[in-house]
């Protein structure tokens, strides 16, 4: 079964210092990749996602991730944070087995703290 | 502003009882997904529909059913309600449904259980 993992709950940071959030996928087959941001009391707001190509993606508000298939990981980055940049990340990867649904399984979540 | 709109924005209601929640998709989109969040399950996908059929279902309660209707806006019953159900529901869209689409998530409905 597909499964996402997201190895720190949160990651505390200074403001305009650089962060990394991580995130490793187990999956049989090929998968597509999205990183999510949930700002307090809001919806899910696409970051970036993979689909094929390029290995480094970029994504809106300066952040992007590498897809690394050796290492069946999609590490999220931003060289330099702001205080804006407080929310939750999810990593999500699509389920490809069921054929035509795009249903995502996503991790736990990270929450990045950024401190002035 | 997503563009996916749910109501209502918060329900409390008692244990034992039945609710609806609601979902517009973005214009234009054909597919709906639910998924639940919860502090202890984290998110999860419950049910896709694709103009007006069922697409997919993930870990959805025997309690939980959804539709979707000719005008495409989806709506998600809870019945029997447990303490356990409470959680923020989210509805996404996209455009097909296709494995290469971006959902677009609404802001969700938190439900509380008492």
């Known amino acids: 079964a597909q499964s996402v993992t997201q190895l720190d709950s949160q990651v505390p940071v200074f403001e305009e210092a650089p962060v990394e959030l991580r995130c490793n996928y187990s999956?049989?087959?090929?998968?597509?990749l999205f990183w999510y941001v949930q700002y307090p009391n809001q919806g899910l707001q696409l970051l970036l996602k993979?689909?094929?190509?390029?290995?480094l993606v970029k994504g809106i508000n300066g952040f992007e991730a590498e897809f690394n298939k050796s290492q069946t990981s999609f590490h999220l980055r931003k060289p330099s944070v702001h205080i804006s940049d407080t929310a939750e990340y999810f990593c999500?990867?699509?389920?490809?087995?069921?054929?035509?649904?795009?249903?995502?399984?996503f991790g736990t979540g990270t929450l990045l703290a950024v401190q002035p | 502003d997503s563009g996916v709109t749910q109501t209502p924005k918060h329900l409390i209601t008692a244990t034992g009882q039945r609710v609806t929640l609601r979902c517009s998709p973005r214009?234009?989109?054909?597919?709906v997904y639910w998924y639940q969040q919860s502090l202890d399950q984290g998110l999860q996908f419950l049910i896709q529909?694709?103009?007006?059929?069922?697409?997919a279902k993930g870990n959805i309660l025997e309690r939980f059913s959804a539709q979707q209707f000719p005008d495409l806006h989806s709506e998600l019953n809870l019945s029997s309600l447990e303490l356990g159900d409470s959680a923020l529901y989210f509805c996404?869209?996209?455009?097909?449904?296709?494995?290469?689409?971006?959902?677009?998530f609404g802001p969700g409905t938190r439900l509380t259980v008492l």
């Open positions: 999500a990867v699509s389920d490809l087995r069921g054929g035509a649904t795009n249903k995502l399984i």
């Open positions: 214009s234009g989109d054909l597919s």
């Open positions: 529909y694709y103009n007006g059929e069922e697409r």
């Open positions: 993979y689909l094929s190509g390029s290995t």
């Open positions: 999956s049989s087959v090929s998968v597509y």
């Open positions: 996404a869209s996209s455009s097909s449904g296709r494995t290469t689409d971006t959902q677009y």
